[in-house]
């Protein structure tokens, strides 16, 4: 049974990944995540957004169950053509 990390994304283009809600998933892949955007400085190399652009939330699989994947990271992570950034912490 997969298991996934739900991530949001604001309309500015900051990012967030949620890591208290890790699920597990019956399907393979939810059919409501389709756009898929590769992502890096996060612990998850891609994620499924429910909306190509703007506010939406996501979710990415987890490719294996440590304790690394699972931490809250906060980390700038470049989008496909936009950059997407962690809103910086004073």
């Given amino acids: 049974m997969p298991k996934y990390v739900p991530y949001v994304r604001t309309a500015e283009g900051y990012i ?3 890591s208290y809600a890790i699920f597990n998933s019956s399907d393979e892949h939810p059919p409501l995540y389709i ?3 590769t992502v890096s400085g996060w612990p998850e190399s891609r994620v499924f957004w429910a909306h190509e652009t703007g506010p939406s939330v996501g979710i990415a699989p987890i490719p294996s169950c440590t304790p ?3 931490r809250d990271v906060n ?3 470049p989008a496909r053509s936009a950059p997407l950034l962690s809103p910086a912490l004073d």
């Fill in 16 to 18: 967030e990944r949620i």
């Fill in 35 to 37: 756009h898929e955007q």
């Fill in 68 to 70: 690394d994947a699972e």
């Fill in 75 to 77: 980390s700038p992570s």
